[in-house]
C-alpha cells in the first residue's frame, strides 16, 4: 500500500543551521508530494508540492526535490529560523483521492 | 478565500458515549476529509467523502461512523468514546489535485 516515512520525533537545532526532514515514500502510483506545516495551535498548511522529478520546488526559504529514483522529497533550509519551530507533515497523493500522511516531525529551533 | 470551520472546539464525553464532531466548508470543495491526530503517530485518516451522500472508509473507521448530506457538511461520530481517549480531530477538504485546507480541529477527552 501506499506510505510515507519521516524523520522520527523531535529534531532541535541551534538558529542559523541548516534544516534537513527527511521524507520517504511508497506507492505504485504517479503522485503528487507534499510538504505541510503545522504551528501551535494553528491549522496544519501547505508548505510545498511537488509532482516533477528532479524538480526543486521552494517557498519561504524551504525548498525540496523530489526523486522518485529513490523516492525521496526531503525539506530542507539553508537557516532555521526560532519561527520554524512547528510540526511538519510530508504526505502523498496517489490520484485516488486518499491523502497519506507521515508521523510528522517537530522542529524545534532554538537561540 | 474559504474556512473550514469544526465544532466544537472541545468536547468532554463520558465512556461508552456517542459523540458527534461537525465540519463546515465554504470553499464548495468536493471532496473531504476526517483525519485522527495523535502524537507520534500523525495523521490517520478516518473517512473521506468525494462528494455529496459518498462516504469511503480509511484505515482507521472502526468505531467511527459519517455522514456527507450536503456538500458544504461532513460529520463524524464516534460510535462508543473509550475511557482516557484524547486526540484532536482534524477536518480537511480539496478540489482536483489543489492541496487540503484544515480546519483547527476539536480536541476530544474521554473521561
Known amino acids: 500500500g501506499d506510505s510515507v516515512t519521516q524523520t522520527e520525533g523531535l529534531v532541535t537545532l541551534t538558529e542559523g543551521l541548516p534544516v534537513m526532514l527527511n521524507c520517504t515514500y511508497q506507492t505504485a502510483y504517479s503522485t503528487f508530494l507534499f510538504w505541510y506545516v503545522q504551528h501551535l495551535n494553528e491549522a496544519p498548511k501547505l508548505l510545498l508540492k511537488s509532482s516533477t522529478d528532479n524538480k526543486r520546488t521552494e517557498h519561504q526559504g524551504f525548498h525540496a526535490t523530489l526523486h522518485k529514483s529513490s523516492s525521496s522529497f526531503h525539506l530542507q533550509k539553508s537557516s532555521a529560523q526560532l519561527s520554524d519551530s512547528a510540526l511538519y507533515y510530508c504526505?502523498?497523493?496517489?490520484?485516488?483521492?486518499?491523502?497519506?500522511f507521515g508521523a510528522g516531525t517537530r522542529l524545534k529551533v532554538i537561540a | 478565500g474559504g474556512i473550514i470551520t469544526q465544532t466544537p472546539k472541545f468536547l468532554i464525553g463520558q465512556e461508552g458515549q456517542k459523540l458527534t464532531l461537525k465540519c463546515q466548508q465554504n470553499f464548495n470543495h468536493d471532496t473531504m476529509y476526517w483525519y485522527r491526530q495523535d502524537s507520534g503517530k500523525g495523521l490517520r485518516l478516518i473517512y473521506y467523502s468525494i462528494t455529496e451522500n459518498d462516504l469511503q472508509k480509511g484505515d482507521l473507521s472502526e468505531g467511527y461512523d459519517a455522514s456527507r448530506e450536503k456538500k458544504s457538511s461532513f460529520s463524524l461520530t464516534v460510535t462508543s468514546a473509550q475511557k482516557n481517549e484524547m486526540a484532536v480531530f482534524l477536518c480537511?477538504?480539496?478540489?482536483?489535485?489543489?492541496?487540503?485546507?484544515f480546519g483547527h480541529g476539536t480536541k476530544l477527552s474521554v473521561l
Open positions: 480537511a477538504s480539496k478540489q482536483g489535485n489543489e492541496r487540503l485546507f
Open positions: 504526505a502523498l497523493s496517489p490520484g485516488n483521492y486518499k491523502y497519506v
